[in-house]
C-alpha cells in the first residue's frame, strides 16, 4: 500500500465504513462513559469502542503510520503518515437517534496538533450510509459519483449557511451573540450537530457555507479536504488553512462577504479572555 492519496483514499473509506458499521450496530443500547469540557461534551462507550476499533485497523494495516484521534493518546509514527480520527462526530446527535452524526477518518502528512499538517485523504461516512471521500489534487466523492462545484447562490443573502457551537457555556454565549448578527444577513442559518458533515453538505451544495469557531483537527480534517476538493474555499479569516480558532468552508461566490460579516460581526479574537 503506497502513500498516494487515491490509494490512502480507500483505505481512509475502508476504515469509516468499518467504524461507521460498527457504530450503526451500537445504536440500541448507547451509555454516557464520561465528559469531557462540560457537562454536555459528552463520550459515549461507543466513541470509545469505535476508535479502539479504529486504531486497532491502522496499527494492523499501516504499521508505520501515526495517529491522532479524539479519545485516546497521540502515537508518534515513522512514516511521516498520521490518521486523524475521529470516532463519532455528533455524538450527541448519535446519544439521541439522530442521524446527523459520522466518522471521520483522514491522513495527514506533518505534525497535525500545529498548524503545520496537509490532509492528503479524507472519508466522512456518515449516519444515513453515505460516503463522502477525497484525495488531495483528485477530487471530492459521494459515494462512488464525483461531486463538481454547483452553483452559488448569488449573494450572502439568499446563502444557507451551517455552523456550530462549543460546549462550553461561556464560549457558546458569544458565538450566539456573533450568529445573532449574522442571521438578518443570510437566508437562514443550520446547526446540524455533526462538522465533518456540515464541511461534506458544503461540497455537495446542501449547504452555501459553513463556519465554526474551536474546532478541533479530528473534526475538520477530512470534511475540509472534501469540500477543497469539490471546489469550495476552505481556510481562516486570512489566508490561513483552517485552523482550530476558525474554519470557514464556501462557495468561492460568497467567500468574501461571508469573511468580511463575519470580521464585522466580531470574529477575529472571538475567544479572547474566555477560557
Ligand atoms: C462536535 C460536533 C458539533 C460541533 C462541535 C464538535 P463531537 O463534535 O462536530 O457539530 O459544533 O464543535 O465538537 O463532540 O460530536 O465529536
Ligand atoms: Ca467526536
Keep these: 500500500m503506497t502513500d498516494e492519496p487515491g490509494d490512502l483514499m480507500e ?3 475502508l476504515l469509516a465504513r468499518e467504524a461507521g458499521d460498527f457504530i450503526a450496530a451500537q445504536r440500541s443500547s448507547v451509555r454516557v462513559a464520561h465528559t469531557k469540557s462540560s457537562e454536555v461534551d459528552v463520550v459515549t462507550e461507543v466513541d470509545l469502542a469505535c476508535e479502539a ?14 495517529i491522532l484521534g479524539e479519545e485516546g493518546d497521540d502515537v508518534p509514527g515513522t512514516s511521516g503518515i498520521t490518521w486523524v480520527l475521529d470516532p463519532i462526530d455528533g455524538t450527541v446527535n448519535y446519544l439521541y437517534g439522530l442521524p446527523n452524526y459520522a466518522v471521520s477518518v483522514a491522513a495527514v502528512a506533518g505534525p497535525p496538533r500545529t498548524r503545520d499538517w496537509t490532509a492528503v485523504a479524507g472519508a466522512v461516512y456518515d449516519g444515513l450510509g453515505t460516503m463522502w471521500s477525497a484525495a488531495r489534487g483528485e477530487g471530492a466523492w459521494r459515494d462512488r459519483t464525483r461531486l463538481v462545484r454547483h452553483d452559488g447562490p448569488g449573494s450572502l443573502a439568499t446563502a444557507l449557511i451551517g455552523t456550530g457551537f462549543q460546549y462550553v457555556a461561556a464560549r457558546r454565549a458569544v458565538q450566539g451573540r456573533l450568529v445573532a448578527q449574522l442571521l438578518p444577513q443570510v437566508r437562514d442559518i443550520r446547526r446540524q450537530g455533526a462538522a465533518a458533515v456540515d464541511l461534506c453538505l458544503v461540497a455537495a ?16 480534517a477530512a470534511g475540509a479536504l472534501i469540500a477543497r476538493e469539490a471546489g469550495m474555499r476552505v481556510g481562516g479569516l486570512g489566508d490561513e488553512p483552517p485552523t482550530e480558532e476558525l474554519t470557514i468552508a464556501a462557495h468561492p461566490a460568497v467567500w468574501d462577504e461571508l469573511r468580511e460579516a463575519l470580521i464585522a460581526a466580531g470574529a477575529r479574537d472571538l475567544f479572547a479572555g474566555i477560557d
Excluded: K, S, V
Aim: overall charge neutral; aromatic content about 10%; charged content about 25%.
Design 11 to 13: 483505505t481512509a473509506r
Design 53 to 66: 476499533l479504529l486504531r486497532q485497523r491502522i496499527a494492523h494495516l499501516r504499521p508505520g503510520d501515526g
Design 205 to 220: 451544495g446542501h449547504l452555501d457555507a459553513y463556519y465554526e469557531h474551536g474546532l478541533h483537527a479530528w473534526d475538520l
